[in-house]
């Protein structure tokens, strides 16, 4: 009897702690309103942490930070073209920041990515 007791406290802790996973998951990874714009916001979230891990890259081979521009003709990266969205590269001597800001028609989509030599990506 105490088993069953038990085994129906962990399904009930469990089934709690998906739900509050799965709420929070949503609020914070808002993709907009229409799958097309689902599917970009994921694929500009990859390009921006490769374009981070290649900075990082040059920074350890450079001891500085590149632009986009440098990070393209070195071979580095290679950003695909997204309807909607524009890359920019801020570099500084001790850290950089690669924003995605979007323009496109959904207005649930988020309006600009960040990421920075932390790994560390905010969405505005």
């Keep these: 009897m105490g088993r069953a007791f ?3 406290g962990v399904v009930i802790v469990v089934a709690i702690g998906g739900y509050l996973f799965t ?3 949503q609020n914070i990874t808002s993709t907009g309103s ?3 714009t689902t599917v970009d916001v994921i694929g500009v979230r990859n390009d921006l942490l490769a374009v981070a891990n290649a900075e990082r890259r040059y920074w350890a081979t450079n001891s500085r930070y590149a632009s986009l ?3 393209r003709t070195n071979g580095d990266i290679e950003i695909p073209s997204r309807d909607h969205f524009t890359y920019s590269a801020e570099t500084s001597d001790n850290g950089f920041q ?3 800001d979007y323009n496109g028609p959904d207005p649930d989509a988020p309006k600009r990515f960040v990421v920075n030599e932390a ?3 905010t969405t505005e």
């Design 69 to 71: 521009d440098e990070l």
């Design 98 to 100: 690669i924003i995605a």
């Design 119 to 121: 790994m560390t990506l």
């Design 23 to 25: 709420r929070d998951a």
């Design 34 to 36: 229409t799958p097309r």
């Design 6 to 8: 038990g085994l129906i």
